[in-house]
């Protein structure tokens, strides 16, 4: 199933196209098989978030997509249909995720009760996953990418418009503003990043000379 999505999309269009019918029509008949599993699948899912006291998360992804992936008509209808039950059990909204096959961005939002049996998705503004590095996955729509001056020409050059637009949507805190650390601030600050007041690690007064 896996492989079909990331070569063929959720629709199966291209194996429509190949002419490999027999093959999509024995995929649909398993999903319908499994599709009791899913169900029992969630309940199971939901009732382990909410005996940690945690919430649940949602996640699909698109094989084909880049950047901030948006949701379809489907994509909706399945994440609305679950988000009474995780907000019942719960006690927290459902968070859906996308994620986009070709370059492995996020997008994200949480399912908010709009009124009787109705929710409605908000959007986050930013997906961050943190492993051996941090990468952020930017909501252009809620957090667009300010324009740089001519004065950082020779800085976007470094590195592109996209590693630039990444950098400078960040909010950057600095712990420990002392002799060593002060000149990191002045570092972010050259690359137009959004930096916090500095503080140092031996006293709970600002440093100076660092906003």
Not at 31 to 43: E, K
Not at 123 to 136: D, F, K, P, Q, Y
């Amino acid at each position: 199933m896996t492989v079909i999505l990331e070569r063929d999309g959720p629709d199966f269009a291209r194996t429509r196209r190949l002419g490999v019918v027999w093959f999509e029509r024995a995929v649909r008949r398993e999903i319908a098989r499994r599709s009791g599993q899913a169900g029992a699948y969630f309940l199971r899912a939901v009732r382990a978030a909410a005996a940690a006291g945690a919430g649940l998360a949602l996640l699909h992804s698109h094989p084909g997509g880049r950047g901030w992936p948006m949701m379809s008509a489907t994509d909706k209808r399945a994440e609305a249909g679950h988000a009474a039950q995780t907000l019942t059990l719960t006690g927290h909204p459902l968070i859906g995720l996308t994620c986009a096959g070709r370059d492995g961005a996020y997008s994200a939002r949480l399912w908010e009760r709009v009124g009787p049996r109705a929710y409605e998705p908000r959007w986050c503004e930013s997906v961050r996953v943190v492993g051996e590095r941090l990468i952020t996955t930017w909501n252009d729509h809620l957090r667009p990418a300010p324009i740089p001056p001519v004065t950082q020409a020779r800085t976007v050059s470094a590195w592109g418009d996209e590693v630039h637009a990444d950098l400078v949507r960040l909010r950057v805190l600095v712990v420990g503003g002392g002799s060593v650390g002060s000149s990191s601030p002045q570092a972010w600050l050259s690359t137009a990043a959004q930096i916090s007041p500095c503080w140092t690690s031996t006293s709970s007064r600002r440093s100076t000379g660092i906003g």
